[in-house]
């Protein structure tokens, strides 16, 4: 069975440093997805990695992907109150066509 | 396109009774997911279609639910008879090829 593990699950940072989030599963994948959910919301998706080494950048947020160790990372640069939120990673497990495992999930709390 | 679009937005009901959840992808997209969120369970995956067939209903949680999908643009989440432990917000997301799954804004379920 999959298992997709973050950490931390929980994250409060204050504005301006830098942090990473880990999320790590426990079989061949063919991609790899960051989502982020703001209270009471529905999901946003904020990158598709396809590729060993894949690398995605959007403003202040990068995803990256290591197949072989079967890691992705999202990092978070100088970070700002708007990127408060619960981020997840999920995963298509090969030859499973589209079908998404969600991890637990990280709540990140930006502060002043 | 105006997304996923799910409805009601919001249903409450009384133990016992049967509730129906309906959803209309995204037009193209040849996947549809179900998934329920709850605190204790995070994310779980329900069932998903491809081109309107069932492919993997194994996170259907037991008898009392059922999906349909009758064609590409419409498909229903029954629960029949409802449960208090049902209470969750239930969402529909579809995707195409690798895109990822886009989701709608969910339907919060109390069963009271």
């Known amino acids: 069975e999959l298992k997709v593990e973050q950490n931390p699950l929980f994250l409060s940072m204050q504005e301006g440093k830098n942090y990473t989030i880990y999320c790590n599963y426990s079989t061949t994948s063919d991609r790899l997805y960051w989502y982020r959910q703001d209270p009471g919301k529905s999901l946003e998706s904020l990158f598709v990695?396809?590729?060993?080494?894949a690398v995605k950048q959007e403003g202040r947020l990068m995803a990256s992907l290591d197949t072989k160790a079967r890691l992705s990372t999202l990092h978070i640069t100088a970070a700002v109150h708007d990127l408060s939120a619960t981020y997840f990673c999920?995963?298509?497990?090969?030859?499973?066509?589209?079908?998404?495992?969600f991890g637990t999930g990280t709540r990140l709390q930006v502060t002043l | 396109d105006a997304g996923v679009i799910q409805s009601p937005r919001h249903e409450v009901t009384e133990m016992g009774q049967e509730v129906t959840l309906r959803c209309k992808p995204i037009s193209g997209h040849d996947y549809l997911f179900w998934y329920r969120q709850t605190m204790m369970r995070g994310l779980e995956l329900l069932i998903y279609?491809?081109?309107?067939?069932?492919?993997?209903d194994s996170g259907m949680p037991e008898d009392r639910f059922s999906a349909k999908m009758p064609n590409a643009s419409f498909s229903t989440l029954k629960i029949q008879p409802s449960e208090p432990r049902d209470s969750a917000v239930y969402f529909c997301a579809s995707s195409f090829a690798s895109s990822g799954a886009f989701f709608g804004q969910g339907t919060r379920l109390t069963v009271v």
């Open positions: 999920a995963v298509v497990v090969t030859g499973t066509a589209s079908k998404l495992t």
């Open positions: 279609f491809n081109n309107n067939v069932p492919i993997d």
């Open positions: 990695l396809l590729s060993n080494g």
